[in-house]
């Protein structure tokens, strides 16, 4: 049994140790109706397809998702990465939006970039 434990600590630190997904960047260039490509820079340690940065979503103030990039595969050899996502539409009156990113293991960040909508 004490063998088996051991074997789990030694494997579980690797899950634990690469933290939760986090953009370190997020830019918004809207046009005139508010519609907007958003590009977003996101570090995470990715380790393979069991443990790595899926997704980001832009989020207005009330926690309402306005647009989601999936990224469907694991980039353990590019970090941080930037994609971009077109199309996101902002509603009227909102002036800031929250930039957050997800991993399979984690889950939501806490942590997120602002942008201010222009």
Same mark, same amino acid.
């Given at each position: 049994m004490w063998r088996a434990l051991g074997l789990l600590a030694l494997c579980v630190p690797g899950l634990v140790?690469?933290?939760?997904? @986090?953009?370190?960047?997020?830019?918004? %260039?809207? %046009?005139? *109706? *508010?519609?907007? $490509?958003?590009?977003?820079t996101v570090r995470h340690a990715d380790t393979g397809w069991d443990h790595y940065a899926d997704?980001? @979503?832009? $989020?207005?103030? %009330?926690?309402? /998702?306005? #647009? $989601?990039r999936v990224l469907l595969h694991p980039h353990e050899t590019e970090q941080p990465f930037t994609r971009s996502l077109s199309g996101v539409a902002i509603p009227p009156g909102v002036e800031q939006v929250r930039v957050v990113a997800h991993d399979l293991v984690? #889950?939501?960040? @806490?942590? #997120? /970039?602002?942008? $201010?909508?222009r």
């Amino acid at each position: 049994m004490w063998r088996a434990l051991g074997l789990l600590a030694l494997c579980v630190p690797g899950l634990v140790w690469a933290g939760e997904a @986090e953009v370190l960047d997020a830019v918004a %260039d809207c %046009d005139a *109706r *508010r519609v907007c $490509r958003f590009t977003v820079t996101v570090r995470h340690a990715d380790t393979g397809w069991d443990h790595y940065a899926d997704a980001w @979503e832009v $989020r207005a103030p %009330d926690g309402a /998702v306005l #647009g $989601r990039r999936v990224l469907l595969h694991p980039h353990e050899t590019e970090q941080p990465f930037t994609r971009s996502l077109s199309g996101v539409a902002i509603p009227p009156g909102v002036e800031q939006v929250r930039v957050v990113a997800h991993d399979l293991v984690h #889950g939501w960040g @806490e942590a #997120g /970039v602002s942008v $201010r909508i222009r």
